[in-house]
């Protein structure tokens, strides 16, 4: 049995006059849109999938590094290169001090370095030398190696050479000098060196050349008797 309306709210409709306003409807429940209901689709495909997925079905396969994460020790180190970057870019010039420098170990030469540069590839030959390999054989000496000596004489002369070449004549001090072996006179000079002739003409006199000849006796020198007899007689 279905329920009739009161008779004074029909009095009501059935008059016309009412005091209505108007509203906008909104929607509580929306209905989802086409797409949304696509990627539900294919959500539940997806996951349905998943779910059936076999793993008998899957094939063994070698898996290829191709981004190698860096290690701790290269981390640490490049953050330790980035910090010192920042410092030296942030670095202030102007808390600088001027200081003298002192050259403690002196560098050596590209001469020198490649002299210790052959001794070293010459001790490693000799050292790894094998004298099952030599063979005996005569040897000619054609360039007579120099002694200790003379190596020791000449390294001496290279050296002094080297300090005359880099000499600097701006440290040199004025002196007054003072004579103590006089030099000679000319006349001295001279005279030395005509008596230095004489005599290399003494000395190398062939005497060969000399000719036998009789002496003549001038002045006769008295024998002893007569000189006793005038003694006497005195």
């Not at 063994?60 to 590094?65: A, K, N």
């Not at 190698?68 to 808390?95: H, M, W, Y």
């Not at 005569?138 to 200790?148: C, D, F, G, Q």
């Not at 000596?149 to 701006?170: C, H, N, P, T, Y």
């Amino acid at each position: 049995m279905s329920a009739k309306a009161p008779t004074e709210l029909l009095a009501e409709i059935n008059k016309g006059e009412f005091s209505t306003k108007h509203v906008d409807p909104q929607e509580k429940n929306p209905l989802p849109s086409a797409e949304a209901i696509k990627e539900e689709k294919q959500h539940q495909d997806h996951m349905e999938n998943i779910t059936g997925f076999r793993r008998a079905s899957l094939k063994r396969t070698q898996s290829q590094e191709k981004g190698c994460l860096p290690t701790q020790d290269v981390i640490n180190q490049e953050k330790t290169e980035a910090e010192l970057r920042d410092r030296i870019g942030s670095f202030n010039k102007d808390q600088l001090k001027h200081t003298t420098t002192t050259e403690k170990s002196v560098l050596p030469s590209s001469n020198e370095i490649q002299h210790e540069k052959v001794e070293t590839e010459l001790r490693e030959r000799i050292g790894s030398f094998h004298k099952e390999d030599l063979h005996h054989a005569e040897t000619a000496v054609k360039n007579v190696l120099p002694s200790t000596d003379d190596i020791g004489q000449e390294k001496q002369e290279e050296e002094l050479k080297k300090s005359i070449s880099d000499f600097k004549r701006s440290s040199l001090n004025k002196t007054s000098t003072q004579e103590k072996n006089p030099l000679p006179a000319t006349d001295a000079i001279e005279a030395e060196k005509k008596e230095n002739e004489f005599r290399s003409s003494i000395e190398g006199f062939p005497k060969e050349q000399l000719k036998h000849t009789e002496t003549a006796e001038k002045n006769v020198l008295p024998t002893k008797e007569d000189i006793a007899a005038d003694k006497a007689g005195k």
